[in-house]
């Protein structure tokens, strides 16, 4: 069946978002392509997903290199944070797109409010799926949150549905502040809530929904 979001547009990344996003591409390419390299890179990947950063050192080499240390000097105040966002990101990605031949599971523009609605029949609520996904919004650690969201990335994973992982690195990101981790929440929030299949859209104009299915 057709889908279509009712946003209308694309966020623009930010410095972590964008070097996830290009490292991803790369990596999905080769995938689909069965490059030897993307293979086994994937592969790697896989055992970090849902850990943090610091549990898996061996990996450090495969999310992170020189030119993240250009956009990132080793003086920048919140380098630690910006090496977990791309650390749980990737390995994220990794996870998500485990066997999945014949499709890229990043996308860009697909929020994670927008792909966990996706799971759900078109006129109902999952009622434990909400749940899980507000935990997810109202996680009071970094680690908690990427717990959630692994569990989240199964679900999506089984269903084909992709996500944009340069976009959620930028919000993992931003989430390690108080004030960051409130934005997060009411964008994973009203990207829920905007979503409708085609067939519910009622008018041709942007859905301005702004209900957080948390509240």
């Known amino acids: 069946m057709t889908t279509a979001t009712t946003t209308g547009f694309t966020r623009e990344l930010r410095e972590v978002g964008t070097t996830v996003d290009e490292r991803v591409r790369q990596l999905q390419a080769g995938y689909l392509q069965d490059l030897p390299g993307a ?3 994937l592969a790697k990947l896989r055992r970090g997903a849902g850990k943090p950063v610091e549990a898996v050192p061996e990996l450090v080499g495969l999310t992170i290199d020189h030119g993240f240390y250009q956009l990132f000097p080793l003086e920048h105040p919140r380098i630690s944070d910006a090496e977990s966002a ?8 990794a996870l998500h797109q485990q066997s999945k ?5 990043h996308r860009r523009g697909r929020e994670l409010g927008e792909a966990v609605r996706r799971l759900m029949p078109p006129r109902d609520i999952d009622e434990p799926l909400r749940k899980r996904f507000v935990q997810a919004q109202t996680a009071h650690s970094p680690e908690i949150r990427l717990d959630r969201i692994r569990s989240i990335v199964t679900l999506l994973r089984t269903q084909d549905v992709q996500l944009d992982y340069g976009l959620l690195a930028d919000q993992l990101y931003d989430a390690r502040t108080r004030a960051g981790a409130e934005r997060v929440r009411r964008s994973w929030g009203r990207s829920f809530q905007a979503y409708r299949q085609r067939e519910e859209v009622q008018t041709d104009g942007p859905d301005e929904t702004d209900t957080d299915p948390a509240e």
Do not use: I
Request: hydrophobic share 45%; aromatic share 6%; net charge neutral.
């Open 101 to 105: 031949r014949e499709k890229g599971m």
């Open 39 to 41: 293979v086994a890179t």
């Open 86 to 93: 791309v650390h749980e990101a990737l390995t994220l990605y």
